[in-house]
């Protein structure tokens, strides 16, 4: 396993973090727990996760199936950096989701619950919250770290504006303030380098790339569609079709190179400027030993060329637009 720092701070991770979304709602808690087991046998130490995981009525349970793990003891949550995130509504009363000093102190103590543990090691914001000032949500960070509940704060699906105007705020109260941000990005979706990508390297953060494969499209879904081993929803129908002539030439690229189409994708975002580690959120143990399969498979000029020339990316703003 290779390891990074985690944006500026001094923390040590692994180049891929283990998502845990599927727990609970695809993936059973003994298998889950197979998964976490072989994460770190492959080195993996970083993972992510959220209080809304499990989702519907099921919301929670993805940090009851980690807890239970944790709480099996041998040194699995001293070996884990734990990531989790707030946001999202947990019930149907007022104040039971966003970023309110009220929710956040009510949403970290019902994930320690949940997760059986004392604190988090990566507290995250699922979600910018328009209608919160920074100055109540860093109060109320500052005193969960005082408190000793979280170590570090990240956000989640955050503009480049949102993460300037979070670190000015910390800035002025002399706190760390964001330390990454998780976000959206992968060879099929590059907004990111307009403003967010410049923004994280100015202010130091780790990004934290979600849906590396694109919901799959990134994986080979045309050799896999041909052979009759790969079903999709509708809307990944839609957005197949809308990308099949892409998606061609770049599974054609990566025979070419000898190399699977989901190696490729992982291997590219690796290779990106503030990419701490993609998260590879596997069903089964299979998907996760594919996954780790990236890390040896380094691209050269030449491909990293080809790659921009199937799937052209941006470059940062206002050039993209303007002179």
């Not at 103590?109 to 949500?137: G, K, N």
């Not at 860093?138 to 704060?153: C, D, F, N, S």
């Not at 190696?263 to 998907?287: F, H």
Request: aromatic residues 8%; hydrophobic residues 40%.
């Amino acid at each position: 396993m290779k390891f990074t720092h985690l944006g500026r701070t001094g923390l040590t991770v692994s180049r891929l973090c283990l998502g845990t979304m599927n727990f609970g709602p695809h993936t059973e808690e003994a298998e889950a727990h197979a998964i976490m087991d072989t994460a770190h046998d492959l080195g993996i130490n970083f993972f992510d996760t959220a209080n809304v995981y499990g989702w519907g009525e099921n919301k929670g349970r993805t940090e009851t199936i980690i807890g239970n793990w944790f709480a099996k003891g041998g040194g699995r949550r001293e070996k884990t950096v734990i990531a989790t995130k707030l946001y999202g509504d947990m019930g149907e009363w007022p104040n039971e989701g966003k970023l309110s000093a009220l929710n956040i102190r009510r949403a970290v103590d019902a994930s320690l619950r949940r997760l059986q543990t004392d604190h988090i090691d990566l507290y995250q914001m699922h979600h910018i919250d328009r209608a919160t000032p920074w100055e109540e949500i860093w109060q109320a960070m500052e005193v969960l770290v005082a408190q000793g509940k979280i170590i570090y704060v990240g956000s989640s699906n955050f503009a480049g504006w949102h993460i300037a105007q979070a670190q000015e705020a910390a800035r002025a109260r002399h706190f760390l303030g964001l330390t990454s941000e998780q976000s959206l990005y992968n060879l099929m979706e590059r907004s990111l380098e307009l403003e967010v990508v410049p923004a994280a390297e100015h202010y130091g953060l780790g990004l934290i790339p979600w849906s590396p494969l694109h919901g799959g499209l990134l994986g080979g879904v045309l050799r896999k569609e041909s052979e009759g081993v790969r079903r999709l929803n509708e809307h990944a129908v839609g957005r197949l079709e809308a990308k099949r002539e892409q998606l061609a030439a770049y599974e054609d690229y990566a025979a070419e190179l000898g190399h699977e189409p989901g190696d490729i994708a992982l291997a590219w975002l690796l290779s990106r400027p503030a990419v701490t580690a993609p998260i590879v959120g596997p069903r089964t143990l299979e998907q996760l030993h594919a996954a780790v399969r990236a890390l040896d498979l380094t691209l050269d000029q030449k491909a990293l060329d080809r790659l921009d020339e199937i799937f052209p990316g941006h470059r940062p703003a206002p050039e993209a637009y303007a002179w």
